[in-house]
């Protein structure tokens, strides 16, 4: 078992910063996969960026250039520097990890909102 702890949202004005960070703790070691998904009101959710033990980073087009995923592996922490943001990206934010089996977790998400 894997468990998730998200922090780092909150309200941003068009083209601020803000950087989430989700915190793992139990089986880590098992974790191949680390990353995170956003939800907007009345949209499916969808896939912002992901980043794998060998450092191998995708993101969503949305956001490259904008958004940045890195990981503390001291700290089983993944983080998501998002800059430059848009009212677009406001969003339920979730992160996510997979470990070998493959499981699946999620965090409880965090609201991301982007508004003068």
């Known amino acids: 078992q894997v468990q998730l702890v998200e922090s780092g949202g909150g309200l941003v004005q068009p083209g601020g910063s803000l950087r989430l960070s989700c915190a793992a703790s139990?089986?880590?070691?098992?974790?191949?996969?680390m990353g995170w998904y956003r939800q907007a009101p009345g949209k499916q959710r969808e896939l912002v960026a992901t980043?794998?033990?060998?450092?191998?980073?995708n993101y969503a087009d949305s956001v490259k250039g904008r958004f940045t995923i890195s990981r503390d592996n001291a700290k089983d922490t993944v983080y998501l520097q998002m800059n430059s943001l848009k009212p677009e990206d406001t969003a339920v934010y979730s992160c996510?990890?997979?470990?070998?089996?493959?499981?699946?977790?999620w965090g409880q998400g965090t609201q991301v909102t982007v508004s003068s």
């Open positions: 980043l794998t033990t060998g450092g191998t980073t």
């Open positions: 139990g089986r880590t070691f098992s974790i191949y996969l």
């Open positions: 996510t990890v997979v470990e070998y089996g493959p499981y699946t977790y």
